[in-house]
C-alpha cells in the first residue's frame, strides 16, 4: 500500500518570503509520480506542480519548485515570494504508474500568507 | 462550462435516506474519478470510470456506495440508507485520458447525514 504523510498540519509564512512544505511517502514501487495540489478555501482543488520519479531534476513552476529525494522518499514543495492568493490548504499526492491514475492523498497542510 | 461541476454543492439527509450525486466532468475528458475527503483529512479514492466502463471501485466503502456513469459523460454516486460516517465532502475529478495527465477537480458536495 501507499502512504503519504505531511507532518506540518498547519504553516504561516510572512508575504513575499519563502516557505517550504513536506511530504514524505513510502511505496514499493519503482517507477511513480507525486503532485502538490492547492486547495482554497473555495475547495476546488489545483495542480501545483507535478514529478516524475524517473526525473532526477526538480521540477519547477514559476514560484512553486519542489526538492524531490528519491532515496529517502522526500518530496518537499518550497514557494518563493509567497503571496496572498498561496493562503490554502496544500496536498501531496502519490500516483502508481500504469495502474488506474488514483491518486493517494496526504493529509494536507495548511498554509497561511501574513500580509 | 469550463470545469468540472458537481451537484447538489451542499446535502443534508437523515440517516436512513438514500441520495444521489453528480458529476459533470469536462466535456471530452474519458477518465472520471470519485473522491470521499472527510473533514480534516485528504481525499481518498472511491472509484474511477474510462468512459462508461467502471474499471476500479475498490475504494467504495460499503455495497451501500454506487457509481455509474452510463453514457460515458455525467456520473452519478449514489449512497444508500446513510449513516453518520458517511459525512464527508465527495470529490470528482476528471482527465482527458487513462494516463498520467492532470486531475481536474470539481467543487465537491458537502454531505451532512443528521
Known amino acids: 500500500a501507499q502512504t503519504v504523510t505531511q507532518s506540518q498540519p498547519e504553516m504561516s509564512v510572512q508575504e513575499a518570503e519563502t516557505v517550504t512544505l513536506s511530504c514524505t511517502y513510502d511505496?514499493?514501487?519503482?517507477?511513480?509520480?507525486l503532485f502538490w495540489y492547492k486547495q482554497p478555501p473555495s475547495r476546488q482543488m489545483i495542480l501545483v506542480i507535478r514529478?516524475?520519479?524517473?526525473?532526477?531534476q526538480n521540477a519547477t513552476e514559476n514560484r512553486f519548485s519542489v526538492n524531490f529525494q528519491k532515496a529517502a522518499k522526500s518530496f518537499s514543495l518550497k514557494i518563493s515570494d509567497s503571496q496572498l492568493g498561496d493562503t490554502a490548504m496544500y496536498f501531496c499526492?502519490?500516483?502508481?504508474?500504469?495502474?488506474?491514475?488514483?491518486?493517494?492523498f496526504g493529509t494536507g497542510t495548511s498554509l497561511t500568507v501574513i500580509p | 462550462g469550463a470545469g468540472v461541476s458537481q451537484s447538489p454543492r451542499y446535502k443534508v439527509a437523515k440517516r436512513g435516506q438514500d441520495v444521489a450525486l453528480r458529476c459533470d466532468p469536462i466535456?471530452?475528458?474519458?477518465?472520471l474519478f470519485w473522491y470521499q475527503q472527510a473533514l480534516g483529512q485528504g481525499p481518498e479514492f472511491l472509484t474511477y470510470f474510462q468512459n462508461e466502463a467502471q474499471l476500479d471501485k475498490s475504494g467504495l466503502p460499503s455495497d451501500r456506495f454506487f457509481a455509474e456513469r452510463p453514457e460515458g459523460s455525467v456520473s452519478t454516486l449514489k449512497i444508500q440508507r446513510t449513516q453518520q460516517e458517511d459525512s464527508a465532502v465527495y470529490l470528482c475529478a476528471s482527465s482527458l485520458r487513462l494516463s498520467v495527465d492532470e486531475q481536474f477537480f470539481g467543487p465537491g458536495t458537502r454531505l451532512t447525514v443528521l
Open positions: 499526492a502519490f500516483m502508481k504508474h500504469n495502474t488506474g491514475n488514483q491518486f493517494y
Open positions: 514529478q516524475e520519479a524517473y526525473k532526477q
Open positions: 466535456s471530452g475528458h474519458v477518465s
Open positions: 511505496t514499493s514501487e519503482s517507477n511513480y509520480y
